[in-house]
């Protein structure tokens, strides 16, 4: 048996052709054009090749994007000042932080600050404690979490009675997801660096979400038959005989897998791109929102 290759590069391109769509008909409407602002700390590469990409992504569905780039050293009060101006300002539908910050930064009070209607990231400690509470409603989910079951949704698979297991629990990640399945009625196992027989309760998930961060960790034997397996893991690798001497894999050892499950996402092109439309896709919802306030 081989898997289902799982698309995510071509199941974001629908996500932000319809987001396009969408933000197109507002304007003949006459409705505002959404906005979205990103938050830059300091000069982490990955983190302005990130902020770089979302605004882009911005321009090409025609979101209008406002980008702050601040020094590391700026203090923690400045920093909650210029989100505080972005949750006033009306042409600013989602606020993003780009995370992490630079130490002595406290992340959970910047998070804190941004209004919960312009949390497009889901974060907020609000909308994280509303996801995880039964029959209350977050304004917004996490982007890379959505993602995920996105694509599970995309893939036909039902959720509702299904054995999940998540491999992680970060708060960007892992918590977030396994709420999202326990939300759509799965029965859910978390798994960490602490848990007994990993292989073992790997095997029995139907529905296999790797958010550890560890290379190629997920192996052929740890997957049961048919399972759908969801590799969140973005890790590079050292490789000499490509030209840039390394290589990014995930968390699954992708060729092994890809013989015993059902559907896999590869990495690159898996999750990573699904984050972005979902970020998109939350700056529309919080356009919308905006409209009715």
Known sequence: MSAKIIDGTAIAEQVRAQVAREV??????????????????????????????????????????FGQILPADISQAELEKVVSDLNASPEVNG???????????DEERVLNTISINKDVDGFHPVNI?????????????????????????AMGVPIEGAS???????????????????????????????????????????????????????RRDWVKPGAIVIDVGSNRVEDPTTEKGYRWVGDVAFD??????????????????MTIAMLLRNTLRAAQLADNM
């Open 24 to 65: 197109a008909a507002r304007l003949e409407a006459g409705l505002s054009q959404p906005g979205l602002a990103t938050v830059l700390v300091g000069e982490n590469p990955a983190s302005a090749q990130y902020v770089r990409m979302k605004q882009k992504n911005c321009e090409k569905v025609g979101i209008k994007s």
């Open 95 to 105: 606020i993003l932080v780009q995370l992490p910050l630079p130490k002595g930064l």
């Open 129 to 153: 404690g509303r996801l995880a509470q039964k029959g209350r409603k977050p304004q917004f989910v996490p982007c890379t979490p959505d993602g995920c079951i996105y694509l599970i949704d």
């Open 164 to 218: 999940a297991v998540v491999l992680g629990r970060s708060n960007i990640v892992g918590m977030p997801v396994a709420l999202l399945l326990v939300e759509r009625n799965a029965t859910v196992t978390i798994c960490h660096s602490r848990s007994k027989d990993l292989p073992g309760i790997c095997r029995e998930a139907d529905i296999l979400i790797a958010a550890v961060g560890r290379p190629e960790m997920v």
């Open 256 to 273: 092994e897998v890809k013989e015993v499950a059902g559907a896999l996402t590869p990495s690159p092109g898996g999750v990573g791109p």
